[in-house]
């Protein structure tokens, strides 16, 4: 299925595939979207009719749903509303890898800014190889995902910043997958995606914020491919100690935790405090929306999780190896600490995360919520 893909401004880039808005990219994006439009699978096979009632729908609704979780929230009330891009897998990908770069050309200058003399992130891999394994990943993800917002990419209305993208063959496939309405389903999606464009789009200091913290990161990790290395084995030791004691794998996420320095690890908590709590968020509001937006809500909820924790033994293996699972899992500990916070506080409560960077929930907060309400409420 091919939905009229909307056209990607290109980025300045020299011969070598390297960005002329940064000099220090060590990934070649260009080969990064070569290859994963070259791996990437077709999309299903749908009628003319039904894939054009598709794509008109995600455009209404990309848009309808922006006001039911305004009402929900209270946020971004006075905000422009702009009509979300309906694309096809090839067109995601060249939106994601834009998104990417922009990402980390903004957090490298902060990382570089915070530890001059280059970056040694990715160690002895050249921008090709590093781009075809990037590409390798993206033609797995452009499968799967229904829809994203790019808070870097760029927006045709004014007011706005971002791009929502909405990847109509996914769409569909998960929805026959599924076996709910249409028009419910996609409503759905349209309603997470379009709470990230609030979020993005109503706290003006989100966007940097999460570039800076990235930024950090990357700063802390700069020139420790040596000291990860010799920590490898004892944190394959512990990996194995973990696993003993639970049935559950730490994941990748867990053993790249163990090797890091505690400085490293602070910034990595923050990271991932931010995206839990963003993707949290999004997935209570689309269902808080209740039967009157979308009448197969609860249905279409209980198949979803279900469907998440599917797959063969390959798409598992996949998923366990690019930090799919650990994703999942930041959906139900979000929504989780959302929800919590509501109940307690209201959603003018919740939204005081939004005031400043530091109201926003540390890691350790997103998973015992009343601290942060002490925190924050008193």
């Not at 990934?27 to 070259?38: P, V």
């Not at 995600?58 to 422009?80: C, K, N, Q, W, Y």
């Not at 109503?202 to 990357?218: D, I, K, M, Q």
Request: proline share 6%.
């Amino acid at each position: 299925m091919n939905a009229r893909p909307s056209t990607l401004p290109p980025r300045p880039a020299d011969p070598g595939g390297n960005d002329a808005a940064g000099e220090h990219r060590a990934l070649d994006w260009n080969i990064a979207i070569g290859t994963a439009i070259r791996l990437m699978k077709p999309g299903p096979d749908v009628p003319r009719q039904e894939a054009e009632h598709a794509v008109r729908s995600l455009r209404r609704f990309s848009v309808e749903a922006e006001s039911h979780v305004r009402e929900i929230t209270g946020m971004g009330r006075d905000l422009p509303i702009a009509e979300g891009d309906v694309v096809d897998r090839p067109d995601w990908v060249r939106g994601a890898a834009h998104g990417l770069a922009e990402l980390t050309d903004a957090a490298l200058s902060t990382a570089d800014s915070q530890n001059p003399g280059g970056s040694d992130l990715l160690g002895g891999f050249s921008a090709r190889s590093a781009g075809v394994q990037a590409g390798v990943v993206l033609a797995y993800l452009g499968g799967k995902v229904l829809g994203q917002f790019d808070p870097f990419g760029r927006s045709r209305t004014e007011g706005q910043q971002g791009r929502l993208l909405l990847v109509a063959p996914n769409i569909v496939a998960a929805q026959r997958a599924l076996g709910v309405p249409g028009d419910d389903f996609r409503m759905w999606v349209c309603l997470h995606e379009s709470t990230h464009r609030l979020q993005f789009n109503a706290v003006p200091w989100l966007r940097e914020h999460f570039a800076g913290s990235l930024g950090t990161l990357l700063a802390e990790m700069e020139g420790a491919t040596g000291e990860l290395i010799s920590r490898l084995p004892t944190a394959l030791r512990e990996a194995r100690a973990v696993r003993s004691r639970s049935e559950s794998s730490p994941g990748v996420l867990g053993i790249i935790e163990l090797l890091q320095t505690p400085a490293q690890r602070a910034a990595l908590d923050r990271i991932i405090a931010i995206s839990t709590l963003l993707e949290g968020h999004a997935d209570h509001v689309m269902d808080a929306v209740g039967p009157q937006v979308v009448p197969s809500v609860v249905a279409i909820r209980q198949r979803f999780t279900e469907r998440r924790k599917g797959g063969g033994l390959l798409d598992r293996l996949l998923r366990g190896l690019l930090g799919v699972d650990a994703k999942i899992r930041q959906y139900a500990q979000g929504a989780a600490f959302t929800r919590h916070v509501v109940d307690a506080v209201g959603m003018a409560g919740f939204n005081a995360v939004w005031t400043s960077p530091d109201h926003l929930p540390t890691r350790s907060e997103i998973g015992n919520p009343d601290d942060w309400l002490r925190r924050v409420h008193g």
